[in-house]
Each structure stands twice: as C-alpha cells, then as structure tokens.
C-alpha cells in the first residue's frame, strides 16, 4: 500500500526558503558591478511542468534606476516582505497584457481590488523584467495581506522559489545554502 505525503502548509514550503540576508548580499553585487546583469537573484521552478521564472541583476538596476516619475521599484526598503510578495505574485498572479506587448504581466489584487503586486515576465527568456507594486515599494501589504472571510489556508500554488546553489561561477560573494 503506498500513501501518499501530506502538501506541505509552511511558508515557505520544507526544502526552501526566503533568506534576505543573502539576497541582499546578492543585490549588493549586483548594484556594485560585482556580477555581470544576466547573474540570477531569485528563481522559480514550476513542479508540475518544469517551466521557471528568473529574476537578474538587469531587472534589479531597471527597478533601482527607472527615471519615470513613479519612482524606483526598491527591494530594500523590506528585502523579506519583498521576497514573499514576488512570491506570491509569481505563485498566483493572473496573466495580463503589459505595456510592452512582448511582455506579460502577471497580477495579484490586494486589499480587494484596491492595490496589485505585478510581475513582468519575457515568455521567450522567462526573465523578469521588474517587480512592483501599485503603491510603490508596498512589499509588506502585498506579502501578508488576506481578505477578513478567509480560512488563513493559502491556496496551493505549483511555483517553488528557489536560489542559484553556485555563486562563485558568476562572482558574487554572497554565499549561503543555495535552495533547490
């Protein structure tokens, strides 16, 4: 008789985990030149069919630098809270057009509809283009908010975040155990 394993309830899941301090040594090179722009921050494997989301140092500078006049779209205002709203966005957002029609912009509401968490994504590279939220730099709001009626069980979500175990081929000085 074979049973089957309980799906896991923690968050993160068992096997991964959000570790800020190392992303943020991971930006920290980014934005100091340390590693080149298609050097990975953060990752997602989908389990069930193997696709993948990838977010770059290229993507970390467009957020930090973008001159527009909404601002940067920064991490590290809550490197924790950001890492667990991007999570959840890549987890469940709901497929838009973007701006930019090669682009696809995944959304997730919060606080009803009132506020989104967005993640921008180039299909054919799977690369992240930038991660924001309709109120800037709204990381904490996006990560943890949930509607009053519901049961505080998260639905269950295909995407596992997960971190490059080798950052010494790239350059980077961050160091950490690597998630897969």
Not at 14 to 28: E, N, T, V
Not at 111 to 116: A, C, F, S, Y
Request: with cysteine; glycine share 6%; charged share 20%.
């Amino acid at each position: 008789m074979v049973t089957a394993t309980p799906a896991a309830d923690a968050d993160p899941a068992p096997g991964f985990q959000f570790d800020p301090a190392a992303l943020q040594a991971r930006m920290d090179d980014c934005l100091e030149y340390a590693v080149d722009d298609s050097f990975e921050l953060m990752g997602w494997v989908n389990v069930s069919t193997g696709e993948s989301r990838h977010w770059r140092c290229s993507s970390l500078k467009h957020m930090m630098w973008d001159e527009r006049p909404s601002g940067p779209h920064d991490p590290y205002v809550n490197v924790g809270d950001f890492m667990r709203c991007a999570d959840r966005v890549v987890s469940y957002g709901f497929p838009r057009p973007a701006t930019n029609p090669a682009y696809t912009r995944y959304i997730l509401q919060y606080r009803g509809t009132e506020r989104t968490g967005n993640v921008v994504v180039d299909p054919r590279t799977s690369d992240i283009a930038s991660i924001y939220t309709s109120l800037e730099n709204d990381w904490t709001e996006c990560a943890y908010w949930v509607p009053a009626s519901a049961d505080g069980a998260p639905p269950r979500s295909e995407w596992q975040a997960t971190y490059p175990t080798q950052h010494e081929a790239s350059g980077s000085a961050a160091t950490g155990p690597g998630t897969s």
